[in-house]
C-alpha cells in the first residue's frame, strides 16, 4: 500500500490525506470538507456529534472535533479564493453532509492512490486538478467589486511576516477603521482579525519542515514560539510537531 500522512499547502487550500484519533476541538477560518475513505469519519461539537461514510462541509468558525481510524481526506479552502467562493454559495448551513460528484471522484482517486495504482506525484497533481474544478472562475477574490478590501488582502499577504495594525490596514484602504471592519466582515464574511491570523498560519505551514518553530514565530508576526503553537493548536486541533509527525510529506 502506498504511504499516506501527506499534505499540500498553497495560498488558496490546503489538504491532508491520513488518520488520526486525538485531534482537539478547535475552529478556523477556513471552510472545511472532511472526506471518509476507509471508516466512518466522526465529527464533535458541542452540541451533538455526527459520523458518516460520506463527506461533512463546515463552514468557518464552527467549533469542532474530528476523528478518524482509517484513512481521510481533509480539505481546508480558504474563503476569500474563488474556489472558496464557490463552496461558500454551495449552502447557507454551518454543517452539511454532503455526497457530491467532487466527493465521489475524490475518493475514487484516493481508493487508486492506496491501491498502488497511481504514484504519489502523480496523485498529488490529479488531486489539485480536482480541487481546482471547483472554482467559480471570477475575475478577483472577493467577487463582489470593492476594491478596498481585495486591497486590503493583498497588503495583508505581503506583510504576513508582521502584526498589521487595524489602523494601518484601515489607513492603506482610505477607511476609518469602524467602516473597514464593518465592511470586511460584510464582502469576506469574516473578522479582519481571523483573516489576519489566517495569513499568518499559511505563512508558518510553508516554513515548518525547513525552520524551527522560535524563526517561524519571529518570521510570521507571533510574539514567541509559545505564542505561534498555541495559535496553531486553537485553529488546527494539533501542535506544529504533531503536525508534522502526522505529515511525512509536505509539498507546497
Not at 449552502?91 to 492506496?114: A, F, G, N
Not at 478577483?140 to 502584526?163: P, T, W
Not at 519571529?218 to 510537531?241: I, L, Q, V, Y
Request: aromatic share 10%; proline share 3%; glycine share 4%.
Amino acid at each position: 500500500m502506498q504511504p499516506t500522512n501527506i499534505a499540500h499547502i498553497n495560498k488558496n487550500y490546503g489538504w491532508f490525506l491520513g488518520s488520526f484519533a486525538d485531534n482537539q476541538l478547535h475552529k478556523h477560518y477556513a471552510i472545511q470538507l472532511s472526506i471518509a475513505i476507509e471508516e466512518p469519519i466522526r465529527l464533535s461539537l458541542p452540541e451533538f456529534n455526527i459520523e458518516t461514510d460520506k463527506a461533512i462541509f463546515i463552514q468557518p468558525n464552527v467549533a469542532h472535533q474530528l476523528s478518524c481510524k482509517g484513512n481521510h481526506l481533509l480539505v481546508l479552502i480558504n474563503p476569500t479564493s474563488s474556489i472558496g467562493h464557490f463552496w461558500h454559495r454551495y449552502s447557507s448551513k454551518q454543517l452539511l453532509e454532503i455526497d457530491t460528484q467532487l466527493v465521489k471522484d475524490l475518493k475514487l482517486l484516493v481508493s487508486k492512490y492506496l491501491a498502488s495504482k497511481i504514484k504519489k506525484e502523480e496523485f498529488i497533481d490529479q488531486l489539485n486538478c480536482q480541487i481546482q474544478k471547483y472554482d467559480c472562475h471570477c475575475e478577483d477574490y472577493i467577487h463582489s467589486g470593492d476594491e478596498r478590501i481585495e486591497k486590503a488582502i493583498d497588503y495583508l499577504n505581503q506583510n504576513s511576516e508582521r502584526v498589521v495594525p487595524l489602523t494601518e490596514i484601515a489607513e492603506h484602504c482610505h477607511l476609518s477603521t469602524d467602516r473597514f471592519q464593518h465592511l470586511f466582515r460584510e464582502i469576506t464574511g469574516q473578522t479582519y482579525r481571523r483573516a489576519q491570523l489566517w495569513v499568518k498560519l499559511m505563512t508558518a505551514l510553508l516554513q515548518l519542515k525547513t525552520q524551527p518553530l522560535t524563526t517561524i514565530a519571529h518570521n510570521c508576526g507571533f510574539a514567541d514560539s509559545a505564542h505561534f503553537s498555541r495559535t496553531f493548536k486553537e485553529s488546527f486541533g494539533f501542535s506544529p510537531r504533531e503536525f508534522l509527525k502526522l505529515s511525512q510529506f509536505v509539498q507546497v
